[in-house]
């Protein structure tokens, strides 16, 4: 088969395992190791080349540690050295020593050192997602995770050092630590210490140039070229790629390299697994089943037992240090690459790295499923850790046990406590849910109605009350997060209406399809006041702006034409002021099946703003058929809104 050839075999492959993995919910990388495995020497062998292979693996080596590097951040490592040098070193340390002890049982001590140090990394790209999506980064768990996560980054660079030495003969093994020590230490030394301010200069000429094209081939040539300065220095590629995404990091280019990188950061992470299952050789796995199996199992139980223990010790409560130990039990990407790097080295023989590789692969699968079981496990294993989470309920309850028609914050930051003062001014009652403790005691010691509480669980918003909300805000501009809370928003109280945060417009029909009521954009937003203030200051009439300004408002905002009800609304003067309602078709409603036109409350100088079905979807206008549990936003005056309830009840 030629080039060509190859090359597309390999690319069908790929995305047909993909769409695979992603039909079956599973991991993408689950794909990659496939086609690697498939298309490897050891089954199907497609490429008869192994030196191609081999360069295969070193350019998804290489390009994994530059993302890597660029993601490395020196302020994140200083506001977390609590954790990352606490806790991240006692955690690597000990697991190196440990698990370099139970290997010098099996192997001699240069190759159970190396498994050591490639048994003790845990996997970034998976851990770090599933934390996201589950909005648990800011948590007391998520806050250990990602200080232990963050020094096995920077423990990196010396392994990465130390794995090559120690695959020189006995007599030469002190030589070759020391030189590749000095050698790592001068290299690393000039690259940090002068490297930013040259990158620096560098990508200021070549960004003077504007062009895109030219651009990107720098960030290649300087990737390949540090990564090469440290082969030639007798180290390995994957240090240099390493250095040169930290000093990217450090420059005022690294959003800009981001934003470059990112349509390619997939398919490199999909380029290293691709190479790593090449390295897989099933024959051997299925010939040492037993080998492997217990390495699955013992290698991440042991390694979650010694975090967990950690955790305690440094003070962290029993249901925070289990969840941490669990969280951190698999293998991770920088561990294929050390595994790879003793393999080269021959450090360890191709039937225990097969089979160590297997285990590895296998407990990086199983995470997501231990994860989302993190909370049953924990639950039936400490014994006061439902306490604590009832106890955190009830003190949310007690907050909200009195409220009636109170709108629910999610999320207590800027905009969070802007819209509560808001409300205070307005008499409006309110109670927050925010994940940040510090933030939390602060506020709620200031006499804040806010609670710790993480508005994506389903217990914490129903303790907050949510079925007799008037309305609820999501004020943090995390989509993924928001569209979890408004899953449950919808399942559970359709009728009450929720106004979400957002950057831009951009996923506007997706958070309407989710359950969201009204969408506000940021964006919007600040080019209205941008255009109200520059219309001023060319001499607009003051009215004028403000009209301008409303009509905008008012073409992409339905409710803003109106209020919903709130606890003043009792005034004499408030009640020719167009205001909001909603009301829910009860089950023995006779207008079930009629359109909406057919309601003719126009007569009534009402309008319908919105419609959402009782499974919470929003549903259009123009043609819809009424259906029992709809729950319709009306807008009018309180008088024209009454006569208009009183004919969407009628039975």
Not at 138 to 143: A, I, L, R, T, V
Not at 416 to 424: D, P, S, V
């Amino acid at each position: 088969m030629n080039g060509l050839e190859i090359t597309l075999l390999y690319l069908l492959a790929a995305v047909l395992c993909v769409v695979l993995c992603r039909f079956m919910k599973l991991p993408p990388m689950l794909g990659y190791l496939a086609v690697g495995v498939l298309a490897g020497p050891n089954a199907l062998a497609l490429a008869q080349d192994s030196n191609g292979l081999h360069y295969l693996g070193e350019f998804g080596v290489v390009f994994l540690m530059f993302v890597i590097g660029l993601e490395f951040s020196l302020p994140k490592l200083r506001a977390m050295r609590k954790h990352v040098f606490g806790l991240g070193l006692l955690q690597v340390t000990l697991t190196v020593l440990g698990a370099s002890a139970a290997g010098m049982l099996f192997a001699d001590w240069k190759t159970a050192l190396a498994l050591g140090c490639a048994l003790a990394m845990s996997s970034t790209a998976i851990v770090v997602k599933l934390m996201v999506e589950r909005l648990e980064l800011e948590s007391e768990h998520g806050k250990r995770v990602m200080g232990i996560l963050l020094f096995q980054d920077l423990a990196v660079v010396p392994l990465l050092v130390l794995i090559p030495a120690l695959g020189a003969g006995p007599e030469d093994l002190m030589e070759a630590l020391l030189q590749a020590g000095i050698k790592a230490a001068l290299l690393v030394s000039v690259l940090l210490v002068g490297g930013r301010h040259l990158m620096r200069r560098w990508l200021t000429l070549v960004a003077r140039r504007k062009s895109d094209e030219l651009f990107v081939l720098n960030l290649l040539l300087i990737t390949l070229g540090l990564a090469w300065m440290t082969e030639l220095a007798g180290l390995s590629l994957a240090l240099g790629a390493f250095i040169a995404g930290m000093l990217i990091s450090e420059t005022e280019f690294k959003h800009q390299v981001e934003t470059d990188i990112r349509p390619f950061h997939d398919v490199l992470l999909g380029l290293f697994f691709a190479s790593i299952g090449m390295l897989l050789d099933w024959r051997l796995v299925v010939s040492h089943a037993l080998l492997v199996g217990a390495l699955f199992l013992l290698a991440p139980l042991l390694k979650a037992l010694l975090v967990t223990g950690l955790a305690r010790a440094l003070g962290a409560p029993a249901g925070v240090a289990l969840r941490t130990g669990l969280y951190l039990a698999q293998a991770g990407e920088f561990g294929f690459v050390l595994l790879a790097l003793a393999g080269t080295q021959g450090l360890i023989e191709p039937t225990l790295q097969n089979s160590i590789l297997a285990a590895m692969v296998l407990s990086m699968l199983a995470t997501p499923f231990v994860v989302l079981a993190s909370n049953r496990i924990v639950l039936k294993l400490v014994s006061n850790e439902w306490l604590q989470q009832s106890l955190q309920m009830t003190s949310i309850a007690r907050k909200s046990i009195s409220a009636q028609q109170h709108v629910i914050i999610c999320g207590y930051g800027r905009c969070g406590q802007n819209l509560a003062r808001m409300l205070e001014r307005e008499a409006i009652p309110y109670i927050a849910l925010d994940l940040d403790p510090d933030r939390v005691r602060r506020a709620s010691a200031a006499g804040d109605a806010v609670v710790f509480g993480d508005a994506g669980r389903l217990q914490a918003l129903m303790a907050a009350g949510l079925a007799r909300a008037s309305a609820v805000v999501i004020t943090y501009l995390d989509e993924a997060a928001a569209i979890k809370a408004l899953a449950h928003m919808r399942s559970h109280a359709p009728q009450v209406p929720v106004i979400v945060r957002t950057q831009d417009d951009r996923n506007l029909e997706k958070l309407q399809t989710a359950g969201a009521t009204e969408v506000v954009p940021e964006a919007l937003e600040g080019s209205l006041m941008l255009a109200s203030h520059a219309l001023a200051l060319v001499g607009v009439p003051m009215r004028r702006v403000i009209r301008i300004v409303q009509d905008q408002r008012d073409a992409r905002y339905d409710l803003l034409r109106g209020f919903f009800h709130g606890t003043d609304d009792n005034s004499i003067n408030t009640l020719d002021d167009e205001r909001l309602a909603t009301v829910t078709l009860p089950g023995n409603c006779a207008l079930a099946g009629s359109s909406i036109a057919a309601l003719d409350l126009q007569q009534l100088d009402v309008r319908v703003v919105s419609l959402r079905r009782s499974s919470g979807r929003h549903a259009g206008l123009a043609d819809a058929q009424l259906e029992v549990g709809d729950t319709l936003v009306l807008s009018g005056k309180a008088d024209a809104l009454a006569l208009a309830e009183q004919r969407l009840l009628a039975v």
